[in-house]
């Protein structure tokens, strides 16, 4: 709290050379030190310069930056080239704080998509972000995704425990394995950070519902068997009322595929509101043989009523990405099953599920990088061409949120949990660093 309180009042520091420069200096046949202090006016006129320079010369390094990134295309042009990026903010993930600065980095660094919890704050937050991205550089706009869920899925659960019943000697082995630093105790994890733009919060002790996105890791590594999932399913009504508003262009329902029934429900329950949406994506684990006949039973539920383009997630080792190389093998395996497969219904295909920096190199060794079909035959996608990419892109969650995640830590632990990357530019250029370093790849300029 105290670090907070220093940041949101902390005075701006004035050099001796500005004061000078500003004839602050004192009058000769004044004794007195008064007319050296500077009045409010003076100061504040200060401060505004100064804010404007800072500003100038963070814009003109962020567009150093992002040289090699002009003419980047509209997000359907990457899904049919084959170098469509979605930032996976998290289906559960609230802490509108990082999710405004993590949409203000991926902007910058040329994602399509940005996909988050159906939750209006939330959206609130990523809109901010991606506004105050193009503001530093005049890029053009991602979709906003929210998303949502037809039945108990991985994505839409919370972890939680009742602090008070762990034993004092415990190890605490799931607030070393937690990835998002949702779990704290005597506010250790989470000293500073501010998790609502209204208010600070007070850290408390057990999972800080807000960071928590249902990763589970915590689950099997309680000694105690304390913790327990919580899941649940979003609104129908709710949804459609988020997707009715003009701040969201895309909707991603997950889906198990075991039955349709649940998947039909919800879908009627939206109604006419999906008549608003430019993409709508089904994200869904591989089911094996049985992955085709459960998309074209989706597709033929969605069908009379889709007027928009269709995209399907193929959700490889979900909530996996963070973990290492080997987690990717899986969203891959399931790109080359999909690829192969004659009888899959319309809609672009995109990774996701354990995605992370070394997904391009596996997709590269399976020929499927920007890649199309014509005649039967595989071929590197060209300009010239008017065939679509075989697999439209990547989305990448965990992996995307840890190594900016790193950064925002430690700008968070120096100027307060509240702080706008943006307010702080070395945090800010090192962050759109790593995020260039992930997005550059998928979109073939160098980093």
Known sequence: MAAVMRYLFSTPKISTKTLISSSLVPDSHNNTHEAAIPTKVQLRNISSSSNSNNKCVLHSNVKSLLDNTVGLSTPLESLQR????????GASFEDVVDIRNLSLVYTLAGVDCIDCAADASVVRAVNE?????????GLR????????????DLHFRKAEFDPEDCPADCSRPCEN?????????QGKATVGILYTSEAPRVPKDGVVTERCYGCGRCLP??????????TYVRDA?????LIRRNDVDAMEIHTSGRQSTLFKELWCALGDSVRNLRLIAVSLPN????TISCMNEIYSVMKPNL??????????????GDIGRGATKESIAFAVQLAKAKERPPGFLQLAGGTNAHTIDGLKKEGLFQTSVANGETSILSSSTSSHALIGGIAYGGYARKIVGRVLRSMQSQHGGAAPIEDHPAHLLMALREALALVGPVKVFNP
């Open 221 to 230: 590594v309680c000694p105690y068997d304390k913790i327990r999932e919580v």
């Open 141 to 152: 706009r991602p979709w906003v995704m929210i998303s949502v869920n037809d039945d108990e």
């Open 82 to 89: 084959g170098n469509w990026v979605k930032l996976i903010c």
């Open 177 to 185: 394995v937690c990835p998002a630093n949702a779990i704290s105790f």
């Open 307 to 320: 007027q928009s383009f269709n995209l399907w997630q193929l959700d490889g080792r979900p909530m996996s």
């Open 129 to 137: 972000g991606i506004e105050a991205a193009r503001d530093i550089a």
């Open 237 to 241: 009504i709710a949804t459609a009322d």
């Open 287 to 290: 089911g094996g043989d049985s």
